[in-house]
T-cell receptor, first 112, second 115 residues
Framework: KAGVTQTPRYLIKTRGQQVTLSCSPI?????VSWYQQTPGQGLQFLFE???????NKGNFPGRFSGRQFSNSRSEMNVSTLELGDSALYLC???????????FGPGTRLTVT | AQSVTQLDSHVSVSEGTPVLLRCNYS??????LFWYVQHPNKGLQLLLK??????LVKGINGFEAEFKKSETSFHLTKPSAHMSDAAEYFC?????????????FGTGTRLKVLA
């Protein structure tokens, strides 16, 4: 089975812009979670989607949003980018929330 | 409250010597526990998982972990370190909160392997 894929792998944006990141889960997995990883804050949970519904949400501002499509692919959007949004954004998929998660390689976002 | 604590932020070992990465958890319920490894600029790779079956869990690349309920620990070990083991390791507990599961990550342990 192919693993979790994320596109793009690298992005450079300027403050105030918006960005959309994409995640394709492992075939058959219906749960997709998003995480932000920074040196200072470590791994922080953004949100989790299952069957196109957001089931869980972390403590991030409303500038961070996501969605999931009927084929389980997911996107996350960050609007009005800030310098502090520079991070590695990781997507993980699982068969269901109770199961182990499999991570993609991440998207490295740099905000200048 | 559910939490996971990785007791060492950095561990250095010589190649060929044993590895011990320590993890303690706090959970009101019987948890599921995981260890992940992250190499530089890569995603997280699942090393092993404990889901209330055998308390000694074997994972990939020669790693194993033992679930000790009395000590609320889930330490990761490997008999002989290899240079390729140099990476960051995360202990994770999966718990139910308000009817939904949540992955709680430790702060990570960076393993350095000396030649």
């Amino acid at each position: 089975k192919a693993g979790v894929t994320q596109t793009p792998r690298y992005l450079i944006k300027t403050r105030g812009q918006q960005v959309t990141l994409s995640c394709s889960p492992i075939s058959g997995h219906r749960s997709v979670s998003w995480y932000q990883q920074t040196p200072g804050q470590g791994l922080q949970f953004l949100f989790e989607y299952f069957s196109e519904t957001q089931r869980n949400k972390g403590n991030f501002p409303g500038r961070f949003s996501g969605r999931q499509f009927s084929n389980s692919r997911s996107e996350m959007n960050v609007s009005t980018l800030e310098l502090g949004d520079s991070a590695l954004y990781l997507c993980a998929s699982s068969a269901n929330e109770a199961y182990e998660q499999y991570f993609g390689p991440g998207t490295r976002l740099t905000v200048t | 409250a559910q939490s996971v604590t990785q007791l060492d932020s950095h561990v250095s070992v010589s190649e060929g010597t044993p590895v011990l990465l320590r993890c303690n958890y706090s959970s009101s319920y019987s948890p599921s526990l995981f260890w992940y490894v992250q190499h530089p600029n890569k995603g997280l790779q699942l090393l092993l998982k404990y889901t209330s079956a055998a308390t000694l869990v074997k994972g990939i690349n020669g790693f194993e972990a033992e679930f000790k309920k009395s000590e609320t620990s889930f330490h990761l070990t490997k008999p002989s370190a290899h240079m390729s083991d140099a990476a960051e390791y995360f202990c994770v507990v999966s718990v139910i909160t308000s009817g939904t599961y949540k992955y709680i990550f430790g702060t990570g342990t960076r393993l350095k392997v000396l030649a």
